[in-house]
């Protein structure tokens, strides 16, 4: 196939860029020309150092708004949205487990038979709780991604992530749940300006 048949009547290619390639030598003086590095070494790494916490603050600002251009590998894509989504429009035994262990290990404290014997058979029994919760979730989830996603490719690993997601506080969950429980969306908190 002659380059004239790829290129059409035109002369021109449909899928070019419009523009050419440009030299190494021109791209690398393009780059380097918005970062202006003093000469003094300490500085230069001062000015890195300031450069990369602004950098840093600018993505946690972002992925804290749940913008998703600022999310890392692990939570992109619409298949860990929906699967966010799906795990913040309910409540988990799991999400519950941290303050109660804080309580278990407090009462666990007390010195009395009674109340250890009871905190032991209620430890085993949230315990027990969570492990039955976690799998139901799972088992729910894995059957709602098959159904919206049925390659096993697009879901891979969505459904462990899922179940992580399930056992962590809502409060502390990044990216932070655009649902609350029981379905409703959540409003976007405001901050107010001086």
């Known amino acids: 196939m002659s ?7 035109t002369g021109t290619s449909e899928s070019g860029k419009g523009r050419p390639t440009p030299k190494r030598k021109e791209a690398e003086s393009a780059r380097k ?9 300490k500085a230069a790494r001062k000015a890195a150092r300031d450069r990369d916490r602004e950098a840093r603050a600018k993505s946690r600002a972002g992925l804290m708004a749940g913008d998703p251009a600022y999310f890392p590998r692990r939570d992109a894509g619409p298949v860990k949205a929906q699967v966010r989504d799906y795990i913040d429009r309910r409540r988990t035994v799991g999400e519950f487990f941290v303050p109660f262990a804080f309580v278990v290990l407090l009462l666990g404290l007390v010195n009395n ?10 430890w085993t029994s949230v315990l027990l709780l969570v492990v039955l919760d976690t799998i139901l979730v799972g088992i729910l989830l894995g059957r709602s991604l098959r159904k919206d996603y049925p390659e096993k ?42």
């Open 153 to 194: 490719s697009d879901r891979k690993g969505a459904v462990s992530y899922g179940v992580l997601r399930a056992l962590q506080l809502r409060r502390f969950r990044i990216p932070p749940p655009r649902i609350k429980a029981g379905g409703k969306p959540v409003t976007p908190k405001i901050k107010k300006t001086k």
């Open 113 to 122: 038979p009674t109340v250890q014997t009871t905190v032991v058979y209620v």
């Open 3 to 9: 380059n004239e048949e790829t290129t059409g009547e």
């Open 33 to 41: 020309q918005g970062i202006s590095v003093p000469k003094d070494p």
